[in-house]
């Protein structure tokens, strides 16, 4: 079950940091955003959280899947719910940013419907004060896809 977060646990935050690694920006955004948890028999499987970038759009700013539960159709499951509530809440464009590096990820979005749109050069690099690195490789670049609703 897809339901908003009611108080924001320590396990809510290290799903958070599993999909953006940097405290200090995630929070910069976790209070400002539309916040949602995936449980199952009151086990934490997944976050979500959206936020308002531009009129009638909203961003997927983190998405995570527990460790244990991941290779489910969760993942999947968390950006269906967000492009349903996107349209019900009469949004017309949804955003979602990866990193190049982020394969799975990458497969997954575009698996939904996602198109990449652009791409933020050095993001990681400029906004990370570790390097990231994922898949064997340092990641750079953002990429930026967007998928319009009807």
Known sequence: MIRP???ITEKHYQLFLEADPSRKIVDNYVNRAYQFELVDDNELLGVLLLLDTRPETVE????AVDEMARNQGLGEKLILFALDW???HHYRTVEIGTGSTSFAQLY???KCGFRVVNIDRDFFVDNY?????ENKLLLKDMIRLEKKLN
């Open 5 to 7: 977060i009611k108080k």
């Open 60 to 63: 997927i700013v983190n998405i």
């Open 86 to 88: 996107s349209k019900k």
């Open 108 to 110: 997954l979005y575009q």
């Open 129 to 133: 004060d570790e390097p990231i690195i």
